[in-house]
C-alpha cells in the first residue's frame, strides 16, 4: 500500500539529458524527458497501442515518439499523431504525471493531478543562499522494504552507535529526539548545544572546539 497523494524524488535533474529516462515509482513505470525549454515532463511508460515503453523511442521536439509504430504524444500525454490514421481517438493517451524541479531534484506528484500542490514540497532551509554550500552525491540503492528506510531515518537515536565514525557521536547519546506529528506526517529532530561536532563536519569547521548549537534531524 502506498501514498500516493505526496511528492516524490524522481530523479536527480542533472541526470536528465537529452533522452528518456525510465524510472519506476511507487510500482508504476515513468518515463522521464525534456522539452526544448528545458521543461521535465513525466508520462506513463506505455504506449497506448501495443504498451512499448515510450523510453524506447525518441524525442521529437516538446512530444515523445513510440518506437514501434510512431505514435506521439505531448507533454499532456495526448496522441498528436497517428501516423496513416484519418483521426486520434481521444481516449488514446496516456497518464501525465506533476513533476517540478526544485533543489536539484524532479519531484513527481503521483496522487490526482488536480491536488498537486508545489507549494507542499518540503522546505530546504538555506537553499541559494550563496554562504552556504551544497554537497552532492549519487543515489545510493537500499536492498530492502521501503518502510525500513522510513523506520531508520525517523529514528536518529541510532547514529551515536551507528555512525560513531563519520556523522554520530557521544554527543548524541544523551540528546533526546523530538518528534512533532503533522497533518502531512512526522519530524523527528533534536538540538544539541556546546557539544563537539561529529568526525564528518570537523574538516568544515572554521574555527576548533565546542559548537553553540547543532540541529540535526
Ligand atoms: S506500440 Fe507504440 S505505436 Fe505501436
Redesign the pocket.
Known sequence: MFLFDAWYVAAMDRDLADVPLPIRVLNERIVLYRQTDGTAVALENA?V????PLSMGRIQGDDIE?G????VYNAAGECVRMPCADRIPKKARVRSYPLVSRYGLLWIWMGSAERADAATICHVEQWGNPSWGVTGGDAMTVDCNYLYMTDNLLDPSHVAWVHRSSFGNAACESTAVQVAAGEAGVIASRWMRAVEVAPIYVPFMPFSGIVRSIAAL
Request: proline fraction near 0%; include cysteine.
Open positions: 504506449c497501442h501495443r504498451k512499448l513510440c514501434y509504430h510512431g505514435l
